[in-house]
């Protein structure tokens, strides 16, 4: 049973669509793949929509991928997008981030943070990171009824450790989450999903405003 309140009339009210523009953090295990980079610019060249307050780096490992695409691990790691462990990953995507925003003219200082170095083991403890702390002041800094849109498009270490560590925010954040598989599929095994599954499961049981993207 989960230890969250599931208060189902406010999860409804924190997903009608929002009008104006939305103020916005995006989670992203940027070097993984180049969906995430079009991402990204996508999000900061259309101000009239999306504020992007910051962008967060989210860990992976590329070996997860042996369990959806078996191969011989010595091809996967010739892949220039590898990361052996989440840390690499993590940094991988944090520098990749920081690239973005210089080619786009952006300043990065006090919007880009490093996120999870580990996923959340069996104790279920945070992963404390500059990501996650940064969520938690941003999402409790927002006015009553006023919600932050956390758009991750990664492992979702990062945003699960802040709600473990700050579980008020989640009166205050709508969490948009491209992830999982479509209901046909055989199987729920998806890149983003699998890795973390301790901070998988958090999502679905935290009762936090979900809007899921297989």
């Known amino acids: 049973m989960s230890a969250y309140f599931i208060d189902r009339d406010r999860?409804?009210?924190?997903?009608?669509?929002?009008?104006?523009?939305?103020?916005?953090?995006?989670?992203?295990?940027?070097?993984?793949?180049?969906?995430?980079?079009f991402a990204i610019a996508w999000a900061l060249r259309s101000p009239e929509r999306i504020h992007v307050e910051a962008v967060y780096a989210a860990p992976f490992c590329s070996k997860a991928l042996l369990k959806l695409m078996p191969m011989p691990e010595e091809m996967l790691s010739k892949s220039p997008h590898y990361a052996g462990t989440?840390?690499?990953?993590?940094?991988?995507?944090?520098?990749?981030?920081?690239?973005?925003?210089?080619?786009?003219?952006?300043?990065?200082?006090?919007?880009?943070?490093?996120?999870?170095?580990?996923?959340?083991?069996?104790?279920?403890?945070?992963?404390?990171?500059?990501?996650?702390?940064?969520?938690?002041?941003?999402?409790?800094?927002?006015?009553?009824?006023?919600?932050?849109?956390?758009?991750?498009?990664?492992?979702?270490?990062?945003?699960?450790?802040?709600?473990?560590?700050?579980?008020?925010?989640?009166?205050?954040i709508t969490v948009v989450w491209l992830s999982g598989q479509p209901l046909h599929f055989k199987t729920a095994?998806?890149?983003?999903?699998?890795?973390?599954?301790?901070?998988s499961r958090l999502m679905f049981d935290c009762g936090v405003p979900l809007v899921l993207i297989p």
Do not use: C, H, W
């Not at 940027?30 to 995430?36: L, T």
């Not at 981030?97 to 300043?107: A, C, D, P, R, V």
């Not at 990501?131 to 492992?155: C, F, T």
């Open 11 to 37: 999860i409804t009210a924190a997903l009608r669509f929002p009008d104006g523009v939305v103020d916005v953090v995006i989670d992203t295990d940027a070097y993984n793949e180049v969906d995430d980079q």
């Open 86 to 172: 989440p840390a690499e990953g993590m940094e991988k995507s944090y520098q990749e981030i920081l690239n973005l925003f210089s080619l786009m003219e952006e300043n990065p200082t006090g919007r880009v943070f490093r996120g999870s170095d580990r996923y959340i083991g069996v104790d279920g403890a945070p992963v404390e990171s500059e990501a996650a702390r940064d969520l938690v002041r941003r999402a409790m800094a927002r006015p009553e009824g006023d919600r932050l849109y956390v758009l991750a498009i990664g492992a979702i270490t990062n945003v699960a450790s802040a709600i473990l560590m700050e579980p008020k925010i989640l009166d205050k």
């Open 189 to 199: 095994a998806e890149f983003n999903l699998m890795q973390d599954m301790a901070a």
